[in-house]
């Protein structure tokens, strides 16, 4: 599983700079963007006994992608500038704090699927790190991204 996960991380990177699209930034200069479907998230607030996954584009300026929770069961991203929930639809694995370590949502004819690997390496007092993650976007039309992506779990007490 490890390795599958590495192969399509790798193939994931290769699709997102292949899609990637230039932006003029203030000073003139261009930009890629990583992921030019999915806009950058805001921050989230987390109500008390919720927990939430949160992941990055991994680039070199890190981009707030997914946010999922545990209660409610959904996953939350950034379209055309529009935050849209997707409910949680399968999940395997052993859960932590509430998330799955393969996980599936669906909404407004989207998809999402999102696997991920914790560093038991680094242990974080109520959270974890996740030192690796692939985001498997599917948009209206079908068309699929696969989105390399690391990140953070934390709950609020």
């Known amino acids: 599983m490890r390795s599958w996960c590495k192969t399509i991380a790798v193939l994931g990177a290769l ?3 292949a899609c990637a699209d ?7 200069a261009t930009a890629m963007q990583a992921v030019p479907f999915l806009g950058e998230l805001p921050m989230q607030d987390l109500g008390r006994g919720q927990c939430a996954l ?10 707030r992608l997914l946010v999922t929770l545990n209660q409610p069961a959904v996953a939350r991203i950034e379209v055309e500038g529009k935050t849209i929930e997707l409910a949680r639809v399968a999940q395997s694995g052993q859960p932590l704090f509430g998330q799955y370590p393969e996980t599936r949502y669906r909404g ?3 998809s999402l699927g999102v696997s991920f ?5 680094k242990g974080l007092n109520g959270g974890a790190v ?19 992506t690391a990140g953070l779990i934390g709950c609020q007490t």
């Open 15 to 17: 699709m997102v700079s």
């Open 22 to 28: 230039e932006t003029k930034t203030a000073s003139g």
């Open 54 to 63: 949160v992941l990055w584009a991994q680039r070199a300026s890190p981009q």
């Open 108 to 110: 407004e004819g989207l």
């Open 117 to 121: 690997t914790i560093d038991t390496a």
């Open 130 to 148: 996740v030192s690796s993650a692939v985001v498997e976007y599917v948009d209206a039309k079908g068309w699929m991204t696969i989105i390399p």
